[in-house]
């Protein structure tokens, strides 16, 4: 079955770094975009950030273009998520997702993991 | 870009709950809504403005016209208490973007 698995979420500085992964299984990984998705608490869903099934192409939303970097490691089934310049803001819980064929940002989700950013 | 949603919408068991979606890019793209109870990650209930994922219940179904995609619950249950988004993308297909929400409460 299909499982994503979230890791690396905490507490951070503002102006600090954190490196989120999401570990994929039960799919074949290289045939699918992936996405991250977060939730200020007690906010609503905002969409982050696309990486194409090949890797080559990303794309980010304006709130965290030029901060955050999306990557992903077919050979270990992986998606990762660098974090810099975090700010008071970017506190969330953040869900990695795999993008369906059609476009959905999410017919599988991970479980989430939460960031704060705090001094 | 931005999508709108109602804060809230409420219905009696077994009445027609319908939750709408504005964004003037949907003419021209998909809508996509998802489900998400308390605690727990958000579900997928509408594919491609109205295509119903498997295992998701005949009741939940979808629709767009212009720039308004539709949800409609018929027969609502209380266990389809929750909080509802739409998705859609900028025209260029390269931003996505989640409406505010709906929460949804049958009683």
């Known amino acids: 079955q299909v499982q994503l698995v979230e890791s690396g979420g905490g507490l951070v500085k503002p102006g600090g770094s954190l490196r989120l992964s999401c570990a994929a299984s039960?799919?074949?990984?290289?045939?699918?975009?992936m996405t991250w998705i977060r939730q200020a608490p007690g906010k609503g869903l905002q969409w982050i950030s696309y990486?194409?099934?090949?890797?080559?192409?990303?794309y980010y939303g304006d709130s965290v273009k030029g901060r955050f970097t999306i990557s992903r490691d077919d050979a270990n089934k992986s998606v990762y998520l660098q974090m810099d310049n975090l700010r008071v803001e970017d506190t969330a819980v953040y869900y990695c997702?795999?993008?369906?064929?059609?476009?959905?940002?999410?017919?599988?989700w991970g479980h989430g993991v939460l960031v704060t950013v705090s001094s | 870009y931005e999508l709108t949603q109602p804060p809230s919408v409420s219905v009696s068991p077994g009445q027609t709950a319908r939750i709408t979606c504005s964004g003037d890019?949907?003419?021209?793209?998909?809508a996509y809504w998802f489900q998400q109870k308390s605690g727990q990650a958000p579900v997928l209930v509408i594919d491609?403005?109205?295509k119903r994922p498997s295992g998701i219940p005949e009741r939940f179904s979808g629709s767009s016209s212009g720039t308004t995609a539709t949800l409609t619950i018929s027969g609502a249950q209380v266990e389809d208490e929750a909080d509802f988004y739409c998705?859609?993308?900028?025209?260029?297909?390269?931003?996505?973007?989640f409406g505010g929400g709906t929460k949804l409460t049958v009683l």
């Open positions: 997702a795999r993008v369906a064929h059609s476009g959905a940002p999410g017919d599988y």
């Open positions: 039960g799919f074949i990984f290289t045939d699918y975009y």
């Open positions: 990486i194409s099934a090949s890797g080559s192409v990303t």
């Open positions: 890019a949907l003419p021209k793209k998909y």
């Open positions: 491609e403005d109205s």
């Open positions: 998705y859609s993308t900028d025209t260029s297909g390269h931003h996505g973007v």
